[in-house]
């Protein structure tokens, strides 16, 4: 957040002074910070306020501090010898008792069952951008009333997702409380809103722009303005998908986790450390005093942050620090739909070289034929006007720092010839000593096929008659081309590219000064090999 954000806040704490700061600051974004993996990375993290765990935590760690430090003062100093007996039994009943509670199971599986939910509300939130790119491609027409055709297309689509959204999510019903914000935002005429209210429902009435959408739809393709069926058909398979995520944010918010999970959860938690604040007091017969029972609070850390983050995460359409950002999104799938519709309009009507002057042109353009001003920013209330002091989200990389040497941001292109950097202390260790497979490649195909000719295996040996590999003969066969390669120097030629590899003229010479192996029968079927120097 830059400089002049934090001239937004303080002018917006001066002017209300009821108004929190903190709003301003949503979802937590640290992406950026574990981009690559270093030593202490998460460490890092650890020291951060907003969206953290401390924030989240702290109240309910205070709590246990005061009811433990209470209790323990109260067996120190104001019971007698034989009450702190009586203590000293029931101290230890209850601390036999934790561990008669599944808590581990039982919350595991509770926080695991939230977090897929919280993901798959996630991607449940309607986005406009296939819809747009579909209505684009396959409704025509350059003149105003084509054009006048695509917006309103697209603002049916958008008044769906903002009527679920206001169904669902706190900070889009306090951005537009009623159905006159909504129309003064743009996405609702008067007409369609006297429409809307005159169809009397007990249900959400989300549904009903899709209806519009369907039917404008179909009149376009009277019209000849969507010019088959197929296209007719695209259009409406993306609006069946628009649609049916509106419908899954509805029964997300509809069908709740049972509450009976819920509770039993919650309950296995506080009595799990109610019998701790017991169980876990150091007495007197103990062999050590410690005063502070620091696994307990690390204990008490681990399990109840793990429920106050599936308390945080099971809505995750409220105004918590890592709640989804539901103003921002609207005003996002409102602006690419719109301006997405624009570049495709000009794209269509000019050459590829005078595309971006068109461009410009057209999205100087504000005028429609529905009497309503094309707004690409709806507007806010002042219960969420914090939501603009934070800027929009454009990727984890658009806020990091580059070198202000321009030397490094200088173009270079890649050169083939370009020698290539080795470790020395690699090679060192990689040419040490050859490995036993590596050296079987000396041995060659030709090799093996002469000594089999010879007759020299033995014949009662039973691993020769197996039958030869001819893949691993082939790979061999390679190996040792890749190496004569190597050893003797060869340049790449034509051919050598084409796959035939040339060999060097004294190849012959100095194989000929390698050694040979011969294979002699030894008794009991053992093979012993000798080696000759070359005759």
Not at 76 to 81: K, P, Q, Y
Not at 83 to 108: M, N
Not at 169 to 197: C, I, N, W, Y
Request: proline share 5%; charged share 20%.
């Amino acid at each position: 957040m830059n400089s002049k954000h934090f001239c937004g806040l303080a002018m917006w704490q001066k002017f209300l002074p009821g108004w929190d700061a903190d709003k301003a600051i949503m979802t937590i974004s640290y992406t950026l910070k574990v981009a690559n993996a270093r030593f202490g990375g998460f460490s890092k993290l650890l020291f951060r306020w907003k969206g953290s765990i401390y924030k989240l935590l702290y109240k309910e760690f205070l709590v246990f501090i005061v009811l433990y430090a209470t209790l323990s003062i109260v067996y120190r100093h104001l019971l007698n010898e034989e009450q702190k007996r009586y203590f000293a039994k029931v101290a230890e009943y209850c601390k036999s008792s934790t561990e008669l509670i599944p808590l581990s199971f039982v919350l595991g599986f509770y926080v695991t069952l939230i977090v897929n939910r919280w993901w798959a509300q996630y991607t449940s939130i309607p986005l406009p951008d296939q819809l747009m790119c579909v209505i684009s491609s396959n409704v025509h027409g350059r003149d105003d009333k084509g054009r006048v055709l695509r917006r309103t297309l697209i603002r049916y689509a958008n008044l769906s997702s903002v009527l679920i959204l206001r169904s669902v999510s706190t900070r889009v019903l306090k951005r537009f409380p009623t159905m006159d914000h909504v129309v003064e935002a743009g996405f609702m005429t008067q007409d369609e809103r006297k429409k809307f209210e005159s169809l009397h429902s007990d249900f959400n009435k989300y549904w009903i722009p899709c209806v519009w959408f369907t039917n404008l739809a179909a009149q376009a393709r009277r019209d000849g303005r969507i010019r088959d069926d197929v296209a007719l058909r695209l259009l409406m398979d993306e609006l069946n998908l628009y649609r049916a995520k509106c419908s899954m944010l509805f029964h997300y918010d509809w069908i709740s986790i049972p509450l009976v999970y819920t509770q039993v959860v919650t309950i296995a938690v506080y009595s799990f450390f109610a019998f701790c604040v017991v169980g876990r007091q150091f007495l007197h017969s103990d062999n050590l005093d410690m005063y502070v029972p620091l696994p307990t609070l690390l204990q008490f850390f681990f399990y109840a942050g793990w429920l106050k983050v599936a308390e945080q995460i099971i809505n995750p359409f409220g105004e918590d620090d890592d709640d989804f950002e539901t103003n921002k999104l609207i005003d996002r799938n409102f602006q690419v739909s719109l301006k997405g519709l624009r570049k495709a309009i000009c794209h269509s009507q000019c050459p590829c070289w005078q595309w971006m002057t068109c461009t410009r042109t057209c999205l100087q353009l504000e005028r429609t034929n529905t009497g309503m001003k094309l707004q690409l920013s709806p507007p806010y209330t002042m219960a969420t006007m914090a939501e603009t002091l934070k800027p929009s989200f454009m990727g984890s990389t658009f806020d990091m720092r580059m070198s202000d040497d321009p030397e490094q941001s200088q173009q270079v292109e890649a050169s083939p010839s370009m020698t290539r950097i080795q470790t020395p202390l690699l090679n060192r260790f990689l040419t040490a000593a050859a490995s036993p497979a590596v050296s079987l490649k000396n041995f060659g195909k030709g090799r093996l096929l002469r000594l089999r000719t010879e007759g020299t295996f033995p014949t009662s040996s039973p691993s020769f008659y197996r039958r030869e590999d001819v893949e691993a003969v082939d790979r061999i066969d390679e190996e040792e081309t890749e190496d004569e390669e190597t050893q003797y120097g060869e340049t790449p030629t034509s051919d050598s590219y084409l796959g035939v590899p040339r060999r060097p003229e004294n190849a012959g010479a100095q194989k000929n000064e390698l050694p040979q192996i011969t294979v002699m029968q030894a008794s009991n079927d053992n093979i012993s090999l000798t080696e000759q120097p070359s005759g």
